[in-house]
């Protein structure tokens, strides 16, 4: 790994160069906070995709792109005094040593699940109205509702037990299928909604990720999903063409190099 000196060296010489883009560039200049948004949200999803494939090469790359990224909200936040990367960094800076308070303070902790706690708190001091104010409203869904449930959780509003959370799990499928057979459709998308936020809620408690374990399986089929094709492909068929019996044993197959 290289020195801090040389880190320091690294990152200068992107500023330098942003600088030069942001002044000779025509598309760099034109670029806004704005028109940087959707680019910014679409690097942080390549960024999990790499996370997710556990390919350091490529998380390294998506983590430059996002660094850039940030150095590029810098740059535009000065040329109006705004602010400047300087001021991005000491801001962070000052938030992590407020926000820990057991490491830069005189405050004891015992365990992660205090050190939460005592963060939501300080949120609170810090002029948040509700626990849930820090929630993005863009965020997707199941990372939302993951959120939600996490910070309620660091000031004591949660299950003690996961068979607690699991049982609820299951009084909300019974209630999902009770509205199914009378056929309400808005009472069923609602009973669905609170089956998955119930096993989201869940899978806080086992210690699973629900977005990583969905893009998983989601990644996992796809996988699998192709290979039935090239393997349809090869035997001169169209999968419209195939019985499902007929496509179920390829698919097996699949399992057995995607797992």
Request: charge should be negative.
């Amino acid at each position: 790994m290289l020195s801090r000196k040389e880190q320091l060296a690294a990152f200068n010489r992107l500023l330098d160069i942003m600088d030069e883009l942001r002044e000779k560039c025509p598309w760099d200049k034109k670029q806004t906070i704005q028109s940087l948004r959707h680019l910014t949200i679409e690097e942080t999803y390549e960024l999990g995709d790499a996370i997710l494939d556990n390919d350091l090469q490529e998380v390294k790359k998506e983590l430059g792109d996002l660094l850039l990224h940030i150095v590029f909200y810098a740059k535009i936040g000065s040329e109006t005094d705004a602010f400047d990367i300087a001021d991005v960094a000491n801001s962070i800076s000052d938030k992590l040593i407020h926000r820990h308070p057991h490491i830069y303070g005189d405050i004891d902790v015992k365990d992660e699940k205090e050190v939460k706690e005592n963060w939501e708190k300080l949120k609170l001091k810090e002029g948040n109205k509700s626990v849930l104010e820090g929630v993005p409203k863009s965020l997707p869904a199941v990372v939302k509702a993951n959120r939600i449930q996490d910070k309620v959780a660091g000031v004591g509003f949660d299950w003690e037990e996961p068979h607690q959370v699991f049982d609820k799990v299951k009084e909300e499928i019974l209630e999902l299928e009770t509205e199914i057979k009378k056929g309400n459709t808005n009472a069923i998308e609602s009973e669905f909604g609170d089956v998955l936020f119930s096993l989201i809620n869940y899978a806080r408690f086992i210690k699973v990720n629900p977005e990583n374990a969905l893009e998983k399986t989601n990644k996992k089929f796809i996988k699998r999903f192709q290979f039935l094709e090239n393997a349809a492909k090869k035997e001169g068929k169209e999968l419209s063409d195939m019985t499902l019996a007929e496509m179920d044993v390829i698919w097996e197959k699949s399992k057995t190099f995607f797992k």
